[in-house]
């Protein structure tokens, strides 16, 4: 089994900047895909990037240059750094483990990009 748990949610301002981070514990193996998707009200699920265990990264098309995700192995935990926020971002955010075939998914952040 494994467990994530995310933090580092909360209400900003547009333009402004949040750091989430997501703890994996457990059954956790190096070869895995780690990912943050995200579902604002109304909406389905989307991917917003995503990180293999070598760097590999890819994004979705509207927070390229605004992203990044990157992984700490040692940790097993991965992050999303988010600048010049925007209020279309505004939806829950999820952390996703993929790893032979079965998907993990964190319990949801948060966040509210509002004035």
């Known amino acids: 089994q494994v467990q994530l748990v995310e933090s580092g949610g909360g209400l900003v301002q547009p333009g402004g900047s949040l750091r989430l981070s997501c703890a994996a514990s457990?059954?956790?193996?190096?070869?895995?895909?780690m990912a943050w998707y995200r579902q604002a009200p109304g909406k389905g699920r989307e991917l917003v990037a995503g990180?293999?265990?070598?760097?590999?990264?890819n994004y979705e098309d509207s927070v390229k240059g605004r992203f990044t995700i990157s992984r700490d192995n040692g940790k097993n935990t991965v992050y999303l750094q988010m600048n010049s926020l925007k209020p279309e971002d505004t939806a829950v955010y999820y952390c996703?483990?993929?790893?032979?075939?079965?998907?993990?998914w964190g319990q949801g952040t948060q966040v509210t990009v509002s004035s």
């Open positions: 996703n483990v993929k790893q032979y075939g079965l998907d993990y």
């Open positions: 990180i293999t265990s070598i760097g590999s990264t």
């Open positions: 457990g059954s956790i193996f190096r070869s895995n895909v």
